[in-house]
Structures are given as structure tokens and as C-alpha cells.
């Protein structure tokens, strides 16, 4: 089965700090994606990456980077976190090969303070 | 206008009951189509891909119309264990996010 990890269940960190949501997937998939989930608002794509080293803005990228130094592993970071990116962030997999599935982590609930 | 529509319910349904979700989609473009299950708290599952046959898996029968440009999914016998938001997932190939989501729609199963 594919795994993709998130480093953390939950988080409560302060504004103005600085937030590593870490994500590991172990199939060999070429793209990887951040979402966020909020209520009424559905999942929203924050960045996205088709390859190591690369990445691409989704519709909501403001306040948030991202670094993709390996395959395995896509990482979002919120450079001066502020109480409006209190959320549910999701990480996801797919490949490019086929019929493409979504394949998501456990999800990260991030508490801004 | 979204990529993705769905009613958001919710649906409240008794034991055993027939329930249908309908979800719309804008961009004939559109190749593959899915069913993710929700629960509370957690990160969406895979329920079960659409294909243009129709499928089914048990109490599940996912179906597509390209024509009129929607998807549905039918729960049979609906059970407790059903409770949870349904999210339609298409994937456009060659567009930048690839996956777009309605926004869920939520079902409880009242015993």
C-alpha cells in the first residue's frame, strides 16, 4: 500500500513563528501536493511539485513556501505564521504514469496562537 | 464557477436506506473521476474510481455521464459505518493543479 506520511498530528505553535510541516511518501511518486482544509471551504492547493527540486504555486500560495529536495519528500513552510493559517494541512501524492490517484497523508491540524 | 459541484447536504438517512450523490463538473477535458470518504478529523480514502461503464463494489455504484457532464454515487443499505463527507475528485491532465474537488457532501446514518 502507499504510505505518505506527515511528520505531525498536531501542532500549536505562536504568530510570528517560523513552521516546517514535513511529508514523506515511500512509492516513488513524481508529484506531490499541500492542501489545506477548512470548514465550509474544502481543500485548497497550496503548491505543488512535478519533480525533485521543483514546484509550483496552487491557488492559495501566499504566506507559505515549499522545498522539494528529494523524490521522497515535500515539505511546506510557513515562514512568520499568523493565526489565519490555523488550519487542517494535508499532504498528498500521485504519479504521472496512468490512471492517476490522489493518495493522502494523515493530515497535520496546525494551531496558530 | 468551480471546476467541481456538489450539494453539501447534509443527508441525514435512516438504517438500510438508498442514498444518491450527484456531482457536476465544468470542463469536458475532464479524464478521470473519483469518490473519496471523509471521516471527521481525518485525511480523505480512496472510496472508488468512476469509470464510464459504471462500477460497483458491494453496496457502492459509482457512475459517469459524460454527456451531461456529472458523476454519482449510490449507497445501498446505507449502514452507521457510512457516516462521513463523500468528496467528488476529478483530474484534468495537463492542468497545472491536476486534481479538483467539490466540497463534500456529508451523510449521518440514523439508526
Known amino acids: 500500500d502507499v504510505k505518505v506520511t506527515q511528520s505531525s498530528r498536531y501542532l500549536v505553535k505562536r504568530t510570528g513563528e517560523k513552521v516546517f510541516l514535513e511529508c514523506v511518501q515511500d512509492?516513488?511518486?513524481?508529484?506531490m501536493f499541500w492542501y489545506r482544509q477548512d470548514p465550509g471551504l474544502g481543500l485548497r492547493l497550496i503548491y505543488f511539485s512535478y519533480d525533485v527540486k521543483m514546484k509550483e504555486k496552487g491557488d492559495i500560495p501566499e504566506g507559505y513556501s515549499v522545498s522539494r529536495e528529494k523524490k521522497e519528500r515535500f515539505s511546506l513552510i510557513l515562514e512568520s505564521a499568523s493565526t489565519n493559517q490555523t488550519s487542517m494541512y494535508l499532504c498528498a501524492s500521485s504519479t504521472v504514469r496512468g490512471h492517476e490517484k490522489l493518495f493522502f497523508g494523515s493530515g497535520t491540524q496546525l494551531s496558530v496562537l | 464557477r468551480k471546476e467541481v459541484e456538489q450539494d453539501p447536504g447534509p443527508f441525514n438517512v435512516p438504517e438500510g436506506a438508498t442514498v444518491a450523490f450527484n456531482c457536476t463538473y465544468s470542463?469536458?477535458?475532464?479524464?478521470?473521476f473519483f469518490w473519496y470518504r471523509q471521516d471527521c478529523r481525518k485525511e480523505p480514502k480512496l472510496l472508488m474510481s468512476?469509470?464510464?461503464s459504471g462500477n460497483e463494489d458491494g453496496r457502492f455504484t459509482a457512475q459517469l455521464n459524460r454527456a451531461s457532464q456529472y458523476i454519482s454515487l449510490l449507497i445501498r443499505d446505507s449502514k452507521l459505518s457510512d457516516s462521513a463527507t463523500y468528496l467528488c475528485?476529478?483530474?484534468?491532465?495537463?492542468?497545472?493543479?491536476?486534481?479538483?474537488f467539490g466540497t463534500g457532501t456529508s451523510l449521518t446514518v440514523i439508526p
Open positions: 475528485v476529478v483530474n484534468i491532465p495537463n492542468t497545472g493543479n491536476q486534481f479538483y
Open positions: 512509492m516513488d511518486h513524481e508529484n
Open positions: 470542463n469536458s477535458a475532464s479524464q478521470s
Open positions: 468512476v469509470y464510464s
